[in-house]
């Protein structure tokens, strides 16, 4: 079973920039593909961005120009760089990996308010 921890969420002033981390318990180049959701309170959870194995990275049209996805296949972490933040990203963001099935890590909060 991969275990998956994110870090690096918080609370921001609209505008501002945050740094998510995703760090796997195994070798993350085993993975196809690996990415980030987020949730709202009260909405059902939607994929933002996902990077594949080779690198190939998409993003949802909300957070394009904005977002940016990467990976560190020495430290086995992905990241999600966040900037020009807005209240509507407010949310839990999920990290998920997929290898056959789809793990999930348990989520970190991202709030944007002033």
């Known amino acids: 079973q991969v275990q998956l921890v994110e870090s690096g969420g918080g609370l921001v002033q609209p505008g501002g920039s945050l740094r998510l981390s995703c760090a796997a318990s195994?070798?993350?180049?085993?993975?196809?593909?690996m990415g980030w959701s987020r949730q709202a309170p009260g909405k059902q959870r939607n994929w933002v961005a996902i990077?594949?194995?080779?690198?190939?990275?998409t993003y949802t049209d909300s957070v394009k120009g904005r977002f940016t996805i990467s990976r560190d296949n020495v430290k086995n972490t992905v990241y999600l760089q966040m900037n020009t933040l807005k209240p509507e990203d407010t949310a839990v963001y999920y990290c998920?990996?997929?290898?056959?099935?789809?793990?999930w890590g348990q989520g970190t909060q991202v709030t944007v308010s002033s």
């Open positions: 998920y990996a997929i290898k056959g099935g789809t793990n």
């Open positions: 990077i594949t194995s080779s690198g190939m990275t």
């Open positions: 195994g070798s993350i180049g085993s993975f196809s593909v």
